[in-house]
């Protein structure tokens, strides 16, 4: 089992592109979270996916949008590029069991720098 | 909003025990989880705690939950070089906004 893979691993863009990041959850994973994680920071949260919906959402501005595909996998789209957008782009897949606590499992993440 | 708050740094000698330390103001929190972050690597959870449990042990690895002070320590018995990390803290609130959190602890082996 791969586990959780994102795609690109790293990315360098210009400010006011667009971008596109993937992400494949663990297999048997229906649940899809986006986190970003600046340097020297902890993750912050984006948004989450289930059954193709956005299901939960952060702090963050309408430039961040995202999708899941039946098959689980999920993108994240960032739109009109800021220098303040570069960081790690962290995928979290997870399967919710009532009572035992959302176990995410993290993939290795997308490095975007934007210039 | 929620915060979670972390030291930035814990060095401690080979052999030795090491307790990373994390404290959260969200009074809701339903889990709480501890996170390894070796570098270029994403996240690996460590383990997690329920808020109603109090402590949780897990072979090296202990977690103690004081809910009262919204206090939460990691316990790595025996520390080893390839323990060498950051560890975050991370909390679900009741909201369930996803999680939240603190900027992490790097944890340096001294030989």
């Known amino acids: 089992d791969a586990g959780v893979t994102q795609s690109p691993t790293h990315l360098i863009k210009t400010r006011g592109q667009q971008v596109t990041l993937r992400c494949s959850p663990k297999?048997?994973?229906?649940?899809v979270s986006w986190y970003q994680q600046a340097l020297g920071q902890g993750p912050q949260f984006i948004f989450q996916y289930y059954e193709e919906e956005e299901r939960q959402r952060g702090n963050f501005p309408d430039r961040f949008s995202g999708h899941q595909f039946p098959n689980y996998s999920s993108e994240l789209n960032v739109n009109a590029l800021l220098l303040g957008d570069s960081a790690l782009y962290l995928c979290?897949?997870?399967?919710?069991?009532?009572?035992?606590?959302?176990?995410?499992?993290f993939g290795s993440g997308t490095q975007l720098s934007v210039l | 909003g929620e915060d979670v708050e972390q030291s930035l740094f814990l060095s401690v000698r080979e052999g030795d025990s090491s307790v990373i330390n994390c404290t959260y103001t969200d009074s809701s929190s339903t889990y709480l989880y501890w996170y390894k972050q070796e570098p270029g690597a994403g996240l690996q959870l460590l383990t997690y705690?329920?808020?109603?449990?109090d402590m949780k042990q897990d072979q090296r690895l202990t977690v103690l939950l004081n809910k009262k002070d919204k206090h939460l320590s990691l316990r790595i018995a025996d520390t080893q070089t390839g323990d060498s990390a950051i560890y975050f803290c991370?909390?679900?609130?009741?909201?369930?906004?996803?999680?939240?959190f603190g900027k992490g602890t790097h944890l340096i082996i001294q030989p």
């Open positions: 297999s048997g994973h229906d649940t």
């Open positions: 705690i329920f808020s109603n449990m």
């Open positions: 991370a909390e679900r609130g009741g909201g369930a906004d996803g999680l939240t």
């Open positions: 979290a897949s997870s399967f919710f069991l009532q009572g035992s606590g959302e176990k995410l499992l």
